[in-house]
């Protein structure tokens, strides 16, 4: 089962910063929080992961909380083409452990 | 490097033949993931391997489910007797395990009907 809890839909505004949050208030010491996305009938998108920093890249910011039991992805200016299924996962790297999938965040972009 | 490659991305079969998918990962990753995705549901996790070796198959749905990396570079996913209960998009993923994150990138998949 997947270790993380996600709302089901948002919707965000074209141009406007879209935040993701997640739920993840059982990650162990090494585990990461990774997130990738999906667009229709397409296979998945790796964005971004971390273990307890603030990480940005070219795509998105993630936020985790000091504690780490929750994160937020920000998109800082969204687009109609982020419209797709965000999702957030809690995994070991190191183990090389498959990636265990929720249902996920239903981003809709709005123009 | 042109990502990961799924071979063929759509496969139209009858119910009880065979059927075989292929993955090519990005090149010198290493580790190479199977999952399947049915209709509104995330990925689920099918099998993996490790260069040639493949150290997670119990999550392999029935027998009928194999899946091989003869030389540790593209891989094969093979379904026998197939049932419509096969329907799905199969996801292939690669990794490369030097890499802290480890993080997997995906295919396009291929989406199986079975009639």
């Known amino acids: 089962d997947a270790k993380t809890t996600q709302p089901p839909s948002m919707d965000c505004a074209e141009g406007r910063a879209a935040n993701l949050p997640c739920n993840h208030s059982?990650?162990?010491?090494?585990?990461?929080v990774y997130w990738y996305r999906q667009i229709h009938s397409q296979g998945p998108q790796y964005i971004i992961h971390g273990l307890k920093n603030n990480e940005t890249n070219e795509m998105a910011s993630l936020i985790i909380t000091e504690d780490r039991k929750s994160s937020t992805l920000i998109l800082p200016h969204a687009t109609l083409r982020d419209t797709a299924v965000y999702y957030c996962i809690v995994r070991a790297p190191l183990l090389g452990t498959p990636l265990v999938f929720g249902k996920g965040t239903r981003l809709s972009v709005i123009a | 490097d042109t990502g990961v490659s799924q071979d063929p991305r759509h496969k139209i079969t009858k119910r009880g033949q065979n059927v075989t998918f292929r993955c090519d990962p990005i090149?010198?990753?290493?580790?190479l993931y199977w999952y399947r995705q049915t209709l509104g549901q995330g990925p689920e996790f099918l099998t993996y391997f490790q260069n040639e070796a493949q150290l997670e198959k119990s999550r392999l749905l029935s027998d009928r489910f194999s899946a091989e990396r003869p030389k540790g570079s593209f891989s094969t996913l093979e379904i026998q007797r197939t049932e419509q209960g096969d329907s799905a998009m199969y996801l292939c993923?690669?990794?490369?395990?030097?890499?802290?994150?480890?993080?997997?990138?995906f295919g396009p998949g291929t989406r199986l009907t079975v009639t």
């Open positions: 090149s010198e990753h290493n580790r």
């Open positions: 993923a690669s990794s490369l395990d030097r890499l802290a994150g480890n993080e997997q990138y």
């Open positions: 059982t990650i162990s010491g090494n585990e990461y």
